[in-house]
């Protein structure tokens, strides 16, 4: 069965910090893949997405993520967090054989320290 | 103009009620879908629509029930509540093989 993974449940940074969030999932073939941040209290947004071509790729808010093939990864970065970005993210991955199904990762919650 | 509408925001209701929650997507999409969270943030998909037809139907205690009278809309009916159903739900659309919407979530309180 398809999974993702979020290294991390928890991460606490203070402001200004770089920030890393891995993702891994298990499937092989053609995937989509998907980075949702979801505020306190909110709905999911979505933060970036890779369907294919550079495989780094660039979102809203200063956040980046880049795909590497070889190792089934999806990794989430952002060079210096604000206390704003306090949030849950979710990594989210799609199959294109598979129709539309969107599996989430478990999430990692970011606490950013003022 | 929301794009992923749900209602009621919460719900609160007794173990044993039979209720149902609402979704319409005005974003022209062909494919919805319900997701459970539970208290830990985990997100489960219960079912996808693609057109009007069951498309995937996760192993979903059968008090669930999809209905989807249009592409636009998806509701989600519960029979015989339970404690455990507790949770957020969030219905979502997407099309093609983009990225999914979601709507604001509706908070389910069985008591």
């Known amino acids: 069965a398809q999974s993702v993974s979020q290294h991390n449940h928890h991460v606490i940074l203070s402001e200004a910090a770089s920030l890393e969030l891995g993702c891994n999932y298990s499937?092989?073939?053609?995937?989509?893949l998907f980075w949702y941040v979801q505020y306190p209290g909110q709905h999911l947004q979505l933060l970036l997405k890779?369907?294919?071509?550079?495989?780094l790729v660039k979102g809203i808010k200063g956040f980046e993520a880049e795909f590497i093939k070889s190792k089934f990864s999806f990794n989430l970065r952002k060079p210096s967090v604000q206390w704003s970005d306090t949030a849950e993210y979710f990594c989210a991955v799609s199959r294109r054989d598979y129709g539309q199904n969107f599996v989430f990762g478990p999430g990692t919650r970011l606490s950013v320290l003022p | 103009d929301t794009a992923v509408s749900q209602t009621p925001k919460y719900l609160v209701t007794q173990m044993g009620n039979d209720k149902s929650i609402k979704c319409e997507q005005n974003l022209g999409h062909d494919t919805m879908y319900w997701y459970k969270q539970d208290s830990k943030k985990f997100l489960k998909i219960m079912f996808s629509y693609n057109n009007k037809e069951l498309i995937i139907n996760e192993t979903v205690p059968n008090r669930f029930s999809p209905k989807s009278p249009d592409k636009a809309h998806l509701n989600l009916h519960i029979n015989s509540l339970e404690l455990g159903d507790s949770a957020v739900y969030f219905c979502?659309?997407?099309?093609?093989?983009?990225?999914?919407?979601f709507g604001q979530g509706t908070r389910l309180t069985v008591v």
């Open positions: 890779y369907f294919s071509g550079d495989p």
């Open positions: 979502a659309s997407s099309q093609g093989y983009g990225e999914a919407f």
């Open positions: 499937y092989g073939g053609t995937v989509n």
